[in-house]
């Protein structure tokens, strides 16, 4: 499979984007980092209510509160450093469609509701997909945030 290698005008080096099988193996080292601090946060809340789920309307606050270790794993991590732990140890980031820092509003669109959109629906998970087959590489949440996944040179 050929690499897909792209220079830009205002940079000298090339960007090289992280395709589908590593955005895969760096996704996953997130799925069981968040999964870590969610279990470790959360143990205190087995201890409410007689280990039975405190139900706020059609969720739990555990749920609600996992949801939002999520959230906050992705969204800061990558405001802050542009790359979260998986990705780290990977060697990928993610950076703007022009070179430009990544601002809130940037993450906002691609880790709240790019990664909303691929949850919402047990066929949406399927939509990772595209990454496979674009020509930089991109997933529907890259696509809302104007977002690319290179690899960190």
Excluded: C
Aim: glycine share 8%; proline share 2%; charged share 20%.
């Amino acid at each position: 499979m050929e690499e897909q290698v792209e220079y830009s005008s205002t940079h000298e080096k090339p960007v090289r984007y992280a395709g589908f099988w590593m955005r895969f193996w760096a996704y996953l080292a997130d799925i069981i980092i968040v999964a870590s601090i969610s279990g470790i946060l959360l143990l205190p809340f087995q201890f409410l209510n007689d280990g039975d789920g405190v139900d706020i309307g059609y969720w739990t606050l555990t749920g609600i509160l996992g949801s939002v270790i999520f959230y906050l794993y992705f969204v800061l991590l990558t405001k802050y450093f542009r790359q979260t732990l998986g990705k780290m140890i990977f060697g990928l980031k993610v950076i703007r469609e022009d070179r430009e820092p990544l601002k809130w509003s940037d993450l906002l669109f691609r880790e709240v509701v790019g990664r909303f959109i691929h949850r919402v629906f047990f066929f949406t998970v399927l939509l990772y997909l595209f990454v496979a087959f674009t020509a930089q590489k991109q997933g529907i949440h890259d696509m809302i945030g104007n977002t690319r996944v290179v690899f960190d040179e």
